[in-house]
Structure formats: structure tokens, C-alpha cells
């Protein structure tokens, strides 16, 4: 099985008022942790798709191990970096994992569940223990539909729209926190220090 694993991180950061990629986060930029974590995670092929502040965290971040999708059309929702990575995939793609850039709670453990718990399932989320959360996994017929998605939110209804065809595989602990605003960030930061979901054992 050939599995690709997808980092969105071309948000605009409009409600954050700076480029929550580079956000310190343990002596680092918050995106960098994502992507550390993704680089231990077993899949063939990694991509990251970049747009709001894309020089900054081409200069700042290390984006070794990844091809770079740039989407012109960032400020339209995450959707079109999903749309425009997909194309990047490569010919025998049969799942790809997909990963927030400002999610760095999110563990090798969880990916490595998703990927175990899904069986064949076209669809996959997380179901932790207060909610669904990702990474979520696609199958490969699920590839045209993450081609045609448009604007924001649009993976959470694709996952309304199918809904018999999503599996959820159990993760324990909390969703992993994101970041949008200066609160969250700041809320990540004070549940790091203190151990919390699982933040002490991320990459």
C-alpha cells in the first residue's frame, strides 16, 4: 500500500494578525513540529502545502523530506490546498493522510492508528475521547472528490456526505488543540507546559 501524507499550512492567519506557521514552539516554528512528526510517520510520500507567508516559511522552516505545493488561492480555504496537492500525488497513491500545520499535538501514534484501524475503508477519521479530530486518511476513490472541494470546511462535509463510508478508529486522549487565535495560541502553550493531551510526547 502506497500511503502520502499531507501538511496544510497556507493559511492566511487572519484572525492570528501574524504567520501562525512560524509561531516558537519549543524553541521552534510551530509548523516544524508538524512536519517533524510527519517525517517519522511510515508513508511514502510527503507534501506540504504552502500560500499565506510562503517565502517566510520557506526561509525560516525546515521543509527537507517534503515537496512544496504553493496554492495561489490560499484565501479561498483550506480546500484548495487540498485540491491543488492532490494533483501532486503520485500515480499509485492508495491513501493519504492529512495533518493541520498548526495542529502539533497530533502524534506519530495517531497516524500510525488511523493507518492500522481503517482497514479499507475510503474514509477515516480519529475518535478520540471527546470528539472526532485529525489526521483523517482518504482512500484512493475518494481522490476525486478532494480534487473538486471548495472553500472552507469543505472536508468536514464531505465527511457529512458520506458518512456510511467513515470509519472511526479510536485514539485516546483529547483532539489536539489548533491554532486560529491569539488565545489558542496561548492555551497550546500552557497545555504543553503542563503535559496535557498528550502535547509531551509529540515530536
Known amino acids: 500500500m502506497t500511503i502520502a501524507c499531507l501538511v496544510l499550512a497556507a493559511g492566511r492567519s487572519s484572525r492570528l ?77 492508495d491513501v493519504v493522510v492529512l495533518l493541520l500545520g498548526d495542529q502539533p499535538g497530533v502524534t506519530v501514534e495517531a497516524v500510525h492508528r488511523l493507518l492500522a484501524g481503517r482497514g479499507d475503508a475510503s474514509l477515516a477519521v480519529c475518535r478520540y475521547d471527546d470528539g472526532i479530530g485529525h489526521p483523517f486518511a482518504f482512500g484512493r476513490d475518494v481522490l476525486p472528490d478532494l480534487r473538486a472541494l471548495h472553500g472552507d470546511k469543505a472536508v468536514w462535509k464531505l465527511l457529512e456526505q458520506r458518512a456510511s463510508d467513515v470509519v472511526e478508529v479510536a485514539v485516546p486522549g483529547l483532539v489536539p488543540l489548533d491554532v486560529d487565535t491569539q488565545q489558542d495560541y496561548e492555551q497550546l502553550l500552557a497545555v504543553d507546559r503542563s503535559g496535557a493531551r498528550g502535547l509531551s510526547s509529540t515530536a
Open 17 to 93: 494578525g501574524r504567520p501562525k506557521q512560524l509561531l516558537p514552539f519549543r524553541g521552534r516554528p510551530l509548523l516544524e513540529s508538524v512536519l517533524t512528526t510527519a517525517r517519522a510517520c511510515a508513508v511514502d510520500q510527503r507534501l506540504v502545502a504552502l500560500g499565506g507567508a510562503a517565502d517566510d516559511v520557506r526561509d525560516q522552516v525546515d521543509l527537507s523530506g517534503f515537496e512544496v505545493v504553493e496554492n495561489q488561492a490560499y484565501g479561498t480555504g483550506c480546500s484548495s490546498s487540498i485540491a491543488a496537492a492532490v494533483t501532486e500525488l503520485g500515480p499509485t497513491t
